[in-house]
C-alpha cells in the first residue's frame, strides 16, 4: 500500500530558529514529491520535487529529494512566525492522485 | 488567471440530513477535479477525482457520491449524512496528470 510518513508531527521553535521537516514515503513507480502550506484553509504549494539532490529554494524555504532513500526534507531558515502552519508532503505515483501525509504542525514563537 | 470557488464555507448539518458541496474552477478548461477530507489530525484523504465531464472515480467507500454535470463544476453529496463525516473538506484541480494540484479555501461540515 502506497503511503507517505511525515515527522516530526508538531514542532514548536522560536523566531529565528531553522528547522527541517522530514517526508518520507513508500510508493509504486514514483512521479513526484510535493510540499503544501496550510495555514487556516486552503493549502498552498510551495515545491515540487522530481529529480534526486537538486534544491529547490524560494526565500527562506528550501527543498531537497532523495530518490534513493525514499525521502524529502523542507528546511526553514531563521523562521517568523508568519511560517506558523501545518506543511503538508504529497507523493503521486502513477495514477491521477496525490498520497498525503499527516503533516506536521509548525509553530514559531517570537 | 484560474481560479477555484467553493462552498458553502461552513455548515452545521444534523444527522440524516443530506449534504451538497458545490465548486467550480473559473480560467481553465477541461480541468481534473478531485474532492478531498481531512478529518482533525489527520492528512487529506482523497474522495474523488474526476478527469472529464460524468467520469467519476471513487477512493473510499463510503455513503458520500460526487457529481460533474458541466466542465468546471464538481459537487459533492450525501443522501443522509453520519457524524464520521464531519471535516474539512477540499476541493482541488489541475490542468492534468503530472501538474501541480491547486486547492479551494474548503468547507467546515460539523454533523450534530
Not at chain 1, 493549502?43 to 526565500?59: A, R, V, W
Not at chain 1, 508568519?82 to 498525503?100: H, M, P, Q, R
Not at chain 2, 444534523?14 to 477535479?33: K, Y
Request: some cysteine; glycine content about 8%.
Amino acid at each position: 500500500e502506497d503511503k507517505v510518513v511525515q515527522s516530526p508531527l508538531s514542532l514548536v521553535v522560536h523566531e529565528g530558529d531553522t528547522v527541517t521537516l522530514n517526508c518520507s514515503y513508500e510508493v509504486t513507480n514514483f512521479r513526484s514529491l510535493l510540499w503544501y502550506k496550510q495555514e487556516k484553509k486552503a493549502p498552498t504549494f510551495l515545491f515540487m520535487l522530481t529529480s534526486s539532490g537538486i534544491e529547490k529554494k524560494s526565500g527562506r524555504l528550501s527543498s531537497i529529494l532523495d530518490k534513493k532513500e525514499l525521502f524529502s526534507i523542507l528546511n526553514i531558515t531563521a523562521t517568523q512566525t508568519g511560517d506558523s502552519a501545518i506543511y503538508l508532503c504529497a507523493v503521486e505515483a502513477d495514477t491521477d492522485k496525490l498520497i498525503f501525509g499527516t503533516g506536521t504542525r509548525l509553530q514559531v514563537f517570537p | 488567471s484560474q481560479t477555484i470557488h467553493q462552498w458553502p464555507a461552513t455548515l452545521v448539518q444534523p444527522v440524516g440530513s443530506p449534504l451538497s458541496l458545490e465548486c467550480t474552477v473559473e480560467g481553465t478548461s477541461n480541468p481534473n477535479l478531485y474532492w478531498y477530507r481531512q478529518a482533525a489530525g489527520r492528512g487529506l484523504q482523497l474522495l474523488f477525482y474526476s478527469v472529464g465531464i460524468g467520469q467519476i472515480s471513487s477512493e473510499v467507500p463510503q455513503n458520500l457520491s460526487a457529481s460533474r454535470p458541466q466542465d468546471r463544476q464538481f459537487i459533492l453529496s450525501s443522501k443522509k449524512l453520519l457524524l464520521s463525516d464531519s471535516g474539512f473538506y477540499l476541493c482541488a484541480w489541475r490542468t492534468g496528470y503530472g501538474n501541480t494540484i491547486y486547492f479551494g479555501e474548503g468547507s467546515w461540515l460539523t454533523v450534530v
